[in-house]
């Protein structure tokens, strides 16, 4: 069978040469340079809307086994294996009022998770707990998030309202000194960094952030007492507003449909459209929740996994968008049994793309009345190009009277002035302006994290990791003895990330464990380990190289900048299952292999 004689009803010529060309208006020299830090004048963007009171404490000195930097599903998680493995003195140090992390922050209205929360919310069945919707909203997300700490004790030692400023490794002593903003000198023999991929919101860098008169805030700190109303929506107090929105990514497109209700006149300014597919959210139904059976979330979890990256099963539980994509891929993919070459089954699996771009585009046509803004709406690109979206509201808001796309075709708006924002030229008056602008993803780890790391010798991971990262499964990097890094880069990436930490989590527990149970003062990666798993790492990523630059700009490619760090610091390129099969094997083996025992 030839790839050529499939009936496909479009040309994948001329797709390619439509994704080149949209892509190519969206190219720029400056990356993701483009982007303005939250510092100085601009920090108030990042000051925390949700604390009641600023908690009053003394400064703390004492000592842990494990520090856990963050309080969010990856803190969380890893302190919870932790305490399941025996040790008590486990500390969450988070900056935060609660715990909760993306969940703490964002509680835009309509904000929910995207993945199946039957798989998305860790430990479940650990708390006899199964959500209520299928794509379950932030409130419960967070809810859940709390109850996670109260269930393993991790309020008891946590610090809140504490941002770390310091970690230095005391060689005599063999163990982190933490120091923070509350004047903390606390110590652990182990420290596990759980910052979080998305933890520092961005703001455009363009002309005249600073002018606007009117209101301002980012998406990561809602402003409910500007907008009213609450996670669900009813933004009341927008009824004689104009408000603009700048960006249309995967927060955009779940806070528009509420603004589009709430807001007098809602301007939303796109640069580059996101692929929006079916959503068909529900309730749980309770007989099916009453008759899951032990052990079921972890099979959930499993299933997702191996049907997203690529396995094969018997039977797709999950049923949604996104095991849709995979197998729709797969299925085409399945050729290789038929004797095809290489790039032969890279144009099939190219045409399975196109394939369902064309459907997610026809939604658009179908749903947007206006002809214009559909076309607008349409997303030219491959779907792993940027984070697909599933959402059955945000499409019918553009046919309400009242909401007006602004498509600057790639260029982003122009400036932000006085009284409003300027796009393709014409400026548009404003009360507010929300921007929906997204997180830093590709800077230096240690300005993500907001500290630095000093270990053995006065070494800096800043200068350690300057021309990429290094590290031994991701985990562990040499010169940080005892340090634990929870992050998909050089680990395992897979849509539901918490399923990734809380493997992350199980694989700390075990060498914890070892640690103390055999006498182990200190571990860290072998120069020649760690050297291999970087290069491994890099020679996997290559092979999705031509992939990513082909792609529309996006965080996913570093703004379309595929450099050789961002090449480095890529996850494993076999695929989450293999690196948990990897890991488990590891700790099966025993000894530690690659690990320097002192
Ligand atoms: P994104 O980075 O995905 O989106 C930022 C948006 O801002 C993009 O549309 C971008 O356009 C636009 N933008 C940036 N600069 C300009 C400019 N100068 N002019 C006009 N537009 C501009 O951030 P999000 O917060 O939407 O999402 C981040 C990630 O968070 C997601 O990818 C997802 O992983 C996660 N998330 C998950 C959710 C869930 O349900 N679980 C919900 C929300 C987010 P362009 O595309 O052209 O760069």
């Not at 908690?55 to 930097?69: F, G, H, K, Q, S």
């Not at 209101?215 to 929506?233: A, I, V």
């Not at 497109?253 to 959503?279: M, N, W, Y």
Request: net charge negative.
């Amino acid at each position: 069978m030839s790839v050529q004689k499939i009936d496909l009803g479009f040309d994948p010529e001329e797709l390619r040469e439509k994704y080149r060309v949209e892509r190519d208006k969206r190219l720029r020299v400056d990356g993701s340079e483009q982007y303005q830090e939250m510092t100085g004048d601009f920090t108030h963007y990042v000051d925390d809307p949700y604390i009641g009171e600023k908690i009053e404490r003394e400064p703390l000195t004492d000592e842990m086994d494990v520090i856990v930097i963050g309080g969010g599903f990856g803190g969380l998680i890893t302190g919870a294996r932790l305490k399941e493995s025996g040790l008590d003195r486990v500390r969450i140090i988070e900056k935060g009022g609660d715990f909760g992390g993306t969940w703490y922050w964002n509680r835009y209205p309509g904000a929910a998770c995207d993945v199946e929360s039957y798989i998305y919310l860790p430990l479940c069945e650990e708390l006899g707990f199964v959500p209520k919707e299928k794509y379950t909203h932030a409130p419960e997300i967070l809810e859940h998030s709390h109850n996670i700490g109260k269930k393993y004790d991790l309020y008891k030692e946590a610090c809140f309202q504490t941002e770390v400023t310091g970690l230095e490794w005391d060689e005599q002593a063999a163990n982190w000194i933490v120091r923070t903003n509350r004047n903390d000198t606390m110590r652990a023999r182990f420290v596990a960094m759980s910052n979080g991929p998305l933890n520092r919101p961005k703001l455009p860098g363009i002309k005249g952030i600073s002018d606007f008169k009117g209101h301002t805030f980012h998406t990561s700190r809602w402003d409910y007492g500007y907008t009213g109303g609450g996670p669900d929506g009813g933004l009341d107090k927008l009824a004689d507003k104009r408000v603009g929105v700048i960006g249309t990514g995967a927060t955009a497109v779940q806070c528009v449909p509420h603004l589009g209700v709430g807001a007098k006149e809602l301007f939303v300014f796109q640069r580059t459209p996101s692929s929006i597919d079916v959503r068909d959210n529900r309730p749980t139904d309770p007989e099916w929740a009453a008759e899951l059976k032990p052990g079921w979330q972890k099979e959930r979890m499993e299933n997702f996994n191996t049907l997203t990256s690529g396995g094969i099963v018997e039977e797709d539980l999950i049923q949604d968008g996104w095991t849709e994509i995979i197998r729709n891929l797969i299925s085409m993919a399945n050729y290789r049994g038929k004797g095809l070459q290489r790039s032969e089954i890279a144009e099939m699996i190219e045409l399975a793309d196109f394939q369902k771009m064309e459907q997610v585009r026809a939604r658009a046509q179908e749903i947007v009345n206006d002809p214009d803004v559909a076309e607008s709406l349409k997303p030219y690109y491959r779907q792993f190009c940027k984070r697909p979206c599933f959402h059955d509201d945000y499409l019918p808001t553009f046919n309400r009277d009242n909401v007006h796309l602004i498509d600057t075709d790639g260029k982003g708006i122009d400036e932000i002035s006085e009284r409003g924002i300027v796009a393709n030229g014409k400026l548009v008056e404003l009360d507010c302006i929300i921007f929906a602008t997204g997180f830093e993803v590709g800077t230096d780890y240690t300005r993500r994290s907001g500290y630095d790391v000093i270990g053995k010798g006065g070494l800096k991971l800043s200068n350690k990791w300057a021309d990429g990262m290094k590290s031994l499964h991701g985990l562990h990097t040499r010169g940080f003895p005892n340090l634990f890094i929870i992050s998909n880069a050089q680990a395992a990436f897979t849509t539901n990330f918490p399923h990734a930490m809380d493997e992350s989590a199980q694989h700390i527990g075990y060498i914890v464990n070892q640690c103390l149970s055999g006498n182990i003062s200190t571990i860290e990666p072998s120069e020649e380990a760690e050297e291999a798993w970087v290069q491994e790492i890099i020679s996997l990523a290559r092979l999705s190289e031509s992939y990513q630059a082909a792609c529309t700009p996006g965080y996913y490619n570093n703004e379309g900048k595929p450099n050789p760090r961002s090449i480095q610091n890529a996850s494993y390129g076999k695929g989450p299952n293999p690196f948990f099969k990897r890991m488990k094997s590891w700790r099966e083996e025993g000894g530690m292999q690659g690990l320097e025992l002192g």
